[in-house]
């Protein structure tokens, strides 16, 4: 009992010392750029303290996971912000899985995953028999029964007994181990530490009940027999109903039930998958009567007219939800779908679906607004605590934190590159973007890099200067471009050149059924004006894809999306572009830029514009380089 409460007191005292430790911070404090370039740092530091795990470096990765937490906190009190902060929590979740997996190669006994765990049956069921009967049956004072399980999942009148996953947070075992007159059992001596082992442990390993039915007497588990399903009985509609199954519950059951209440252990052994799997029921059976609201279990837990109030830790159902779900039982639980057994998840359009339906009834001025609020959600997801600075024109949404002159001269370049980008590919129209195409302009890498790991979820090479990402319905349309100056030198393009490649992969991008990641992302390295380009870069990426070809094992793989990193994949389509107009002209090249991207096999293109297979044409770029 004695080591529970100092496990308890340890963890408010460290709770108390957080809260004590971010309660000062500013919260107008923004974090500069050499904080950024210090958590960066971190990053990397906490990584190697990962590779230090891995290596069984265990005191190693433990001071160097000490060390990034005291580095973090010195940056936070320097730049006077709190772990709100985007980047700030980004580090310190870093952080934090660290010392978890530290302390599960340090402590490997800790902590088991319920399939090695604690059976509830055999070890819980015993000690709760033998300790708590005798006052929580069903004269239990205060609601309280345990002699089933079904009675523990519901609690007494001062809630909830069980914090699955979280034996600290649990009623159960605060009253297993407070001091004095307080404790359970009351007028009884302590439990024995083991037996508050067993429980805290199956606690924290989900509370997990290992029989069919929680009605049986803990004093009977084991002698039971397997519970029978229920006979399903699916009612049809007759014309006369208000609500639809498919339009109005199914929907949902989908947005809130599916997170808790499907899978192979659904909680309560309730799953909403199927029709069918909602009329059987869960661990206490039916939970909804046809014409019963009284008797159905699911409405009442719904409507909050049961503890506890579902669905749990997330926003409630709406009062049009709510009206359904009553209409809905009182009309005789209606099926108005093909099959009971068919998915909820195939009867209901997804989430994209439900976007892509939004996005096709929006006016153009909708969709700039729509453009506009995605926009600055990036800006946020990305710099936080950097105000950026707009600029519209009629094709482009620019944002950026460079100066706004320098705004205003890329919006400019933008709408002449436009142009060179019409005639390249010989259409008579501008490309059409709904909404504008947003145009991100960051001065330092760090803010580049940081928008790749934050919007993109990868950590971009130091090679990588733009891209581009246009998504077939506009959900997504921009571009991303590190400001590198104007002048063209071996390690960097100037901002215009790299500025223009990415606009030809926000153009290759617009409606194409299929990406060939050379294509996307390098052609427009050689297609743009000739002025933009400098001969020392091109002569980098040169020798870049040159190097990487070399161990290309079968040379038509050039043309096949994975075969190379992004950065490399850059540099061979530009060397590949470059070929394929040397061995055609710009006409042809257009003609199979079409194919490719509307889907055709890039052998056939091959053979059809160039008269040669996509090996031969391969093999051709390798001997160019050479």
Same mark, same amino acid.
């Given at each position: ?24 911070v ?8 050499e904080?950024r ?14 590779s ?7 005191e ?62 055999k070890?819980?069921a ?16 205060g ?40 404790r ?17 442990d ?28 229920p ?39 309730f ?16 939970? #909804?009567?046809? !014409? +019963?609201? /009284? $008797? *159905? %279990? =699911? ?10 109030r ?18 809905w ?67 482009? #949404?620019?944002? !950026? +934190?460079? /100066? $706004? *002159? %320098? =705004? ?61 990402n ?12 590190l ?28 409606n194409?059924?299929? %990406? ?44 096949k ?15 590949t ?49 050479r």
């Amino acid at each position: 009992m004695t080591r529970f409460i100092t496990r308890q007191s340890l963890v408010l005292s460290i709770n108390f010392l957080l809260v004590a430790l971010f309660i000062q911070v500013p919260t107008q404090a923004q974090l500069k750029t050499e904080h950024r370039r210090e958590l960066s740092a971190l990053r990397k530091d906490v990584s190697k303290a990962s590779s230090l795990i891995r290596r069984k470096k265990l005191e190693e990765a433990k001071e160097a996971i000490d060390k990034a937490e005291e580095k973090l906190k010195e940056i936070m009190e320097d730049a006077g912000v709190d772990e709100k902060d985007r980047t700030i929590a980004g580090v310190l979740k870093a952080i934090s899985f660290q010392k978890a997996n530290l302390e599960r190669k340090m402590n490997p006994g800790a902590g088991k995953g319920k399939n090695v765990g604690i059976s509830f049956s055999k070890q819980v069921a015993p000690i709760l028999a033998k300790n708590c009967l005798g006052c929580h049956d069903d004269t239990a004072r205060g609601r309280l029964r345990l002699d089933t399980f079904a009675g523990m999942r519901q609690g007494g009148m001062t809630g909830q007994l069980l914090a699955p996953g979280n034996a600290q947070r649990s009623l159960l075992m605060a009253k297993l181990v407070l001091p004095g007159q307080q404790r359970m059992p009351r007028g009884r001596g302590p439990l024995a530490q083991n037996d508050l082992k067993i429980i805290a442990d199956w606690i924290n390993q989900g509370a997990r009940y290992d029989q069919q039915d929680p009605s049986i007497m803990l004093t009977n588990l084991g002698k039971d027999k397997p519970m029978k399903k229920p006979e399903i009985k699916v009612a049809k509609p007759d014309g006369t109903e208000t609500v639809s199954f498919q339009k109005d519950i199914a929907p949902m059951f989908v947005k809130f039930c599916f997170r808790c209440h499907s899978g192979n252990n659904p909680d309560s052994g309730f799953s909403v998958e199927t029709f069918e799997n909602i009329l059987i029921g869960g661990d206490s059976g039916e939970v #909804l009567i046809p !014409g +019963n609201l /009284e $008797e *159905s %279990r =699911l409405f009442r837990l719904t409507g909050g007219l049961e503890n506890p109030r579902m669905p749990q830790g997330q926003a409630r159902i709406t009062r049009k939800n709510y009206e359904d779900l009553k209409a809905w039982v009182k009309e005789g639980i209606k099926y108005d779908g093909d099959d009971p057994k068919i998915p909820l998840r195939e009867m209901v359009p997804s989430d994209a679906d439900d976007l892509a339906a939004r996005l096709q009834k929006m006016s153009e001025d909708e969709f700039r607004q729509y453009r506009k609020a995605k926009a600055e959600s990036h800006w946020r997801k990305t710099l936080s605590s950097a105000k950026p600075l707009t600029v519209a024109t009629e094709k482009f #949404l620019l944002m !950026g +934190n460079v /100066e $706004e *002159s %320098r =705004l205003l001269e890329t919006a400019k370049w933008a709408d002449a590159i436009l142009l060179d980008v019409q005639k390249q590919f010989g259409t008579n129209s501008l490309p059409a973007w709904k909404g504008r195409l947003a145009i991100y302009v960051f001065k330092d890498r760090y803010d580049y890099d940081e928008f790749n790991r934050s919007i993109e979820n990868r950590q971009p090479a130091k090679t990588l200067f733009g891209h581009a990402n246009v998504t077939a319905n506009f959900d997504d349309a921009y571009l991303a471009v590190l400001d590198t100056g104007d002048i063209n030198a071996t390690s960097k393009p100037s901002l215009k050149w790299t500025l223009a490649k990415s606009l030809f992969s926000a153009f290759l991008q617009t409606n194409a059924k299929a %990406r060939p990641d050379w294509l996307m992302e390098g052609a427009g390295w050689a297609l743009t004006n000739q002025q933009y380009r400098g001969d020392a870069y091109q002569r980098s990426m040169m020798q870049s894809a040159a190097d990487v070809l070399q161990e290309l094992k079968r040379p038509e793989d050039l043309f096949k999306n994975g075969t190379f990193a992004p950065d490399a994949t850059e540099h061979v389509g530009y060397v590949t572009t470059r070929f394929l107009l040397s061995k055609g002209n710009l006409q042809q090249f257009r003609q199979f830029t079409k194919m490719v991207i509307d889907g055709r096999d890039v052998n056939d293109a091959c053979r059809a514009v160039y008269n040669a297979t996509s090996a031969n044409l391969a093999q051709g770029v390798l001997s160019a380089l050479r």
